[in-house]
């Protein structure tokens, strides 16, 4: 079975400052990694992917995240944020049984 | 990308009654539809796979009885929370996967349902 841990349940920074949202897993098997970003009393929106190929993946709105296999580690990294980015992000990990486990999510708030 | 329609988007109940929740798949077929569950400034709790045309598969602890997941079609899948309970209030988001695609694609969410029974 896999699982996914999220280190920080919040993580506050200022506007334009860099960010890094750390996401690490387990799992026996191979497998697939995504971070989701969810605005309040929304469903859950894709950041961005790893299948397989280049262990550092870009996504949407200025979001890339990198792959360690070796550290087991999909951390989320965004080099200026804006206000708009304040929301909960979730990490989640799917392997070919079809099912995903998500983290308990990280609370990002992106102060004026 | 692919659309995943949930509705109603928020409903009130009253304690004992049903309230049933879909989840569309606008413009993809999906076999395998997930149900989530989300307390407040929690992370999504995994009820139950949903697969068409044979019987839900429930997360240790999540009552099938109580939780009635139907997968009726490609694009359907319904949840029916019975005899509601205050303790039931909470956010429900579904998600499906594309057919015969494995675990390697992303899951496309609705939006969630809001339920409050009071």
């Known amino acids: 079975a896999q699982s996914v841990t999220q280190l920080d349940s919040q993580v506050p920074v200022f506007e334009e400052a860099p960010v890094e949202l750390r996401c690490n897993y387990s799992?026996?098997?191979?497998?697939?990694l995504f971070w989701y970003v969810q605005y309040p009393n929304q469903g859950l929106q894709l950041l961005l992917k790893?299948?397989?190929?280049?262990?550092l993946v870009k996504g949407i709105n200025g979001f890339e995240a990198e792959f360690n296999k070796s550290q087991t580690s999909f951390h989320l990294r965004k080099p200026s944020v804006h206000i708009s980015d304040t929301a909960e992000y979730f990490c989640?990990?799917?392997?070919?049984?079809?099912?995903?486990?998500f983290g308990a999510g990280t609370r990002l708030t992106v102060k004026p | 990308g692919a659309v995943v329609s949930q509705h109603p988007s928020r409903v009130i109940c009253k304690s004992g009654t049903s309230v049933k929740i879909e989840c569309r798949s606008l413009?993809?077929?999906?076999?395998?539809m997930f149900w989530y569950r989300q307390f407040p400034k929690q992370s999504l709790m995994l009820m139950a796979t949903s697969n068409e045309g044979s019987k839900a598969t429930y997360e240790q602890g999540v009552e099938k009885d109580k939780f009635l997941i139907n997968h009726a079609s490609l694009t359907l899948s319904t949840l029916t929370v019975t005899s509601a309970h205050p303790e039931d209030s909470s956010f429900y988001i579904c998600?499906?996967?594309?057919?015969?695609?494995?675990?390697?694609?992303?899951?496309?969410f609705g939006q969630g349902t809001r339920l409050t029974v009071v």
């Open positions: 790893y299948l397989s190929g280049s262990t």
């Open positions: 989640a990990v799917g392997s070919n049984n079809n099912d995903m486990r």
């Open positions: 799992s026996s098997v191979s497998v697939y």
């Open positions: 413009d993809f077929q999906a076999t395998t």
């Open positions: 998600s499906a996967r594309r057919a015969s695609t494995g675990g390697n694609t992303e899951a496309f």
